[in-house]
């Protein structure tokens, strides 16, 4: 008889905890959120998953959630290329059929540091370069090369073709059909070297060193990156991909 009520009192005493600890949590929770969002939060923006991305802000753990926010959102993209200084003038979104088009269009003529040839291609992809040009390229070049790079040389970003593979053209639509990816063939630098991956890859030089240096950062910031050591029909390129399934090779 006196088991009865015990058992009572403990299934009280329990739920009254797990009561407590559920106010505990929402109080936390919204206390967490009103931090992060109020305007003068003493969180750093580079910390805060509610603030924008900013190109040259340190990189943390919040990054890649503010990368993938502008990437999704073509006002949030072309706001933080704005913001970073980066010249990419807008034109109107190009629509061909269900395979070929460009979301987000533009013609990308200047980074943050270094030139490009003028290039049609995508907001995501540029926001994406961007990132990889600031966070990987200039940093290696200052410390391998002890230079910074003025321009990068590219083969293209938009092309409405298939997939190429060594047997052959395959049956799927390449990323470039949506200016989706972007081939770099090589680069400039400050003090007048020219490097190009077909030159400069192989061997044990500071050359080769930064351009595997930049071939392995850059699967940071794109989800796809083949580069010379994948087959020979990347002998000359960097393929740097925005969507896909995480390959680097």
């Known amino acids: 008889m006196n088991e009865r009520p015990r058992r009572r009192r403990i299934l009280i ?8 600890l559920a106010v505990v949590a929402i109080l936390l929770g919204g206390g967490g959120w009103w931090l992060l969002a109020h305007p003068e939060t003493p969180v750093p923006a580079h910390w805060n998953p509610l603030r924008p991305l900013s190109v040259t802000a340190p990189v943390t753990p919040i990054t890649k959630y ?3 926010r502008a990437l999704a959102d073509e006002a949030q993209c072309r706001a933080s290329l704005l913001d970073a200084g980066v010249v ?6 190009l629509v061909v059929d269900e395979n070929c088009g460009i979301s987000g269009r533009g013609v990308l003529s200047n ?4 030139r490009i040839a003028p290039v049609e291609t995508s907001c995501t992809t540029t926001l994406r370069l961007t990132m990889w040009e600031h966070h990987v390229v200039q940093p290696a070049a ?5 230079t910074e790079i003025t321009r990068l040389r590219h083969l293209g970003s938009y092309n409405c ?28 630098t400050a003090d007048g070297r020219s490097l190009t991956l077909l030159q ?5 030089t500071p050359e080769s060193a930064f351009l595997r240096r930049i071939w392995k950062g850059g699967c940071s910031w794109f989800r796809v990156v083949l580069g010379p050591d994948f087959n ?3 002998a000359d390129h960097f393929h740097l991909q925005g969507p896909g399934w995480g390959y680097c090779r």
């Not at 980074?111 to 270094?114: Q, Y």
């Not at 298939?162 to 680069?187: C, F, K, L, P, Y």
């Open 111 to 114: 980074l943050m540091t270094s």
């Open 200 to 204: 400069d890859w192989p061997g044990d």
């Open 88 to 93: 990419f003038d807008a034109m109107e979104d």
């Open 13 to 20: 005493l329990a739920a009254s905890f797990v009561f407590r």
């Open 142 to 146: 200052r410390e391998i090369l002890d």
């Open 161 to 188: 073709r298939r997939m190429r593979t060594a047997q052959g053209e395959n049956s799927g639509w390449s990323s470039h059909a949506r200016a989706d990816a972007i081939d770099i063939i090589g680069v400039d």
């Open 66 to 68: 503010q990368l993938n």
């Open 232 to 234: 020979r029909l990347h």
